[in-house]
T-cell receptor
């Protein structure tokens, strides 16, 4: 089971770019890297997913180095509404391999 | 709109009582999951199901039971054997991965908060 390690918390200010790095040293060949966002008393929401190199969508970018042992979620120009917990998961075909760690609590300040 | 509906939003259990949490999805997803989340913690997998009439234990299945009689529904029963049931329970669903092994994102409901009276 590929476990992940993330910082417990991060602080940022509105308008800044935020980068959250996740370590997953024992990622398997078929595993994808997926990031979720969770607000209090709500279910997690899918943000972005990638396998290698860089993936970008309308809300975030995901950078994955060649060895795939880590990944970085990049949130451009955060706002107060981006204050949430962000989870990094690795898993793939066998979805039961998903592991939700404690996530990174991002606090965006005005 | 398609999505996952969990009910009730809040639930209270008396000692020795079984309670059932509802989860319904209209996304036509094959896979469904139940997670438990304790305060300040991540999600832990209780049970999951890939197909109707089949389900598998997750990491913390003791004291819980599930059924999957319909594709759309995956109810979770918290039995009296679960001695510490107070938690936030989340249901999710996803498509199954195809031959390309690409992981399929999970779609979550808004959860049920269970407390002990």
């Amino acid at each position: 089971l590929a476990k992940t390690t993330q910082p417990i918390s991060m602080d940022s200010y509105e308008g800044q770019e935020v980068n959250i790095t996740c370590s997953h040293n024992n990622i398997a060949t078929n595993d994808y890297i997926t990031w979720y966002q969770q607000f209090p008393s709500q279910g997690p929401r899918f943000i972005i997913q990638g396998y290698k190199t860089k993936v970008t969508n309308e809300v975030a970018s995901l950078f994955i180095p060649a060895d795939r042992k880590s990944s970085t979620l990049s949130l451009p120009r955060v706002s107060l509404s981006d204050t949430a917990v962000y989870y990094c998961l690795v898993g793939g075909y066998n979805f039961n391999k998903f592991y939700f760690g404690s996530g990174t609590k991002l606090n965006v300040k005005p | 709109d398609g999505g996952i509906t969990q009910s009730p939003k809040y639930l209270f259990r008396k000692e020795g009582q079984n309670v059932t949490l509802s989860c319904e999805q209209n996304l036509n997803h094959d896979a469904m999951y139940w997670y438990r989340q304790d305060p300040g913690q991540g999600l832990r997998l209780i049970y999951y199901s890939q197909i109707v009439n089949d389900f598998q234990k997750g990491d913390i299945a003791e004291g819980y039971s599930v059924s999957r009689e319909k594709k759309e529904s995956f109810p979770l029963t918290v039995t009296s054997a679960q001695k510490n049931p107070t938690a936030f329970y989340l249901c999710a669903s996803s498509m199954l991965s195809g031959e390309d092994y690409e992981s399929q994102p999970q779609h979550f409901g808004d959860g049920t908060r269970l407390s002990i009276l």
